[in-house]
C-alpha cells in the first residue's frame, strides 16, 4: 500500500466504530486503504468514510440477478455509485475527483443514468 500522511478525525473514527465489521479486520484494513487514497484531505472525516461502507453494506445484502448480464450490473452499480455520491456531496469537482474521472465525463453519466444532481 503506498504510504499516505493521513489522518483519521474523531468523527470518523467514531463514524468506523458504528459499523459491525462483519468481515472483521481485513475488511476494516480494506476500508482503511481506500479512504486514505480517495480522501481528497489530510484529514479523513466521516464524510470521506461513510460512502465506503454504505457501499460495503450494500454489495453485501445485493443479490444479483445474473440474468441482466455483465454490462447491464456494472451499469446499475455505476448508477448506484454516482447516485450514493451526488446525495453526500454537493460538489461536482470533488465527485469526479473521487470516481477518478473528468467532471465532463460525470455529467455524461449523470444524464445517461436520469440522475439528479442534489441542489
Do not use: H
Amino acid at each position: 500500500m503506498p504510504r499516505t500522511n493521513k489522518i483519521f478525525a474523531n468523527e470518523a473514527i467514531e463514524f468506523l466504530q458504528t459499523y459491525s465489521w462483519p468481515g472483521n479486520v481485513r475488511e476494516l484494513k480494506r476500508i482503511c486503504e481506500q479512504v486514505a487514497l480517495t480522501s481528497p484531505l489530510p484529514i479523513i472525516r466521516a464524510e470521506d468514510v461513510q460512502p465506503l461502507l454504505q457501499l460495503t453494506k450494500q454489495n453485501k445484502s445485493n443479490t444479483f440477478d445474473y440474468s441482466l448480464g455483465l454490462a447491464r450490473l456494472v451499469e446499475n452499480f455505476e448508477s448506484e455509485v454516482i447516485e450514493s455520491l451526488l446525495k453526500s456531496e454537493k460538489d461536482i469537482e470533488i465527485i469526479a475527483a473521487r470516481l477518478q474521472i473528468s467532471r465532463s465525463s460525470l455529467y455524461k453519466k449523470i444524464k445517461d443514468y436520469n440522475l439528479q444532481e442534489e441542489t
